[in-house]
């Protein structure tokens, strides 16, 4: 059974830091792309950041380009998202999600599994 189990999610105030981490089990996990979307509050889930197979592509939202890095550590089936400079708008709550196929483009229907999601709330 696959599991993908997000942590790292909280308060914090604008221009403030916060590292999610996703632990995934059940899976080849360096077989999968692994990817982060978020969901604001009556919004819509929105890609955020991707990282390919071995870690040598990225793929991010423009709005978070210089604040936010996806990392992962293979040998620790875990993907990471450093978020830094946070804003008010970047509240949501964020999940971790695995697509079996290697694209440039990340909708969220094209992902096989998903988290349950962290929320992530900056104050103003």
């Known amino acids: 059974q696959v599991q993908l189990v997000e942590s790292g999610g909280g308060l914090v105030q604008a221009g403030g ?4 981490t996703c632990a995934a089990s059940g ?3 360096s077989s999968y792309v692994m990817a982060w ?4 509050p009556g919004g819509e889930r929105e890609f955020v950041e991707a990282i390919s197979r071995c870690g040598d592509k990225t793929y ?4 978070v380009k210089g604040r936010f890095t ?3 550590d293979n040998a620790k089936n ?3 998202l450093q978020m830094n400079n946070l804003k008010p708008e970047d509240t949501a709550v964020y999940y971790c999600a695995a697509s079996d196929t290697d694209r440039d483009l990340f909708p969220p229907q094209a992902m096989n599994y998903w988290g349950k999601g962290t ?3 900056v104050s103003s």
């Open 17 to 20: 830091s916060l590292r999610l």
């Open 27 to 29: 899976l080849t996990f």
């Open 37 to 40: 979307f978020r969901q604001a």
């Open 60 to 63: 991010y939202l423009p709005s």
């Open 70 to 72: 996806i990392s992962r």
């Open 78 to 80: 875990t993907v990471y």
């Open 119 to 121: 929320l992530v709330n």
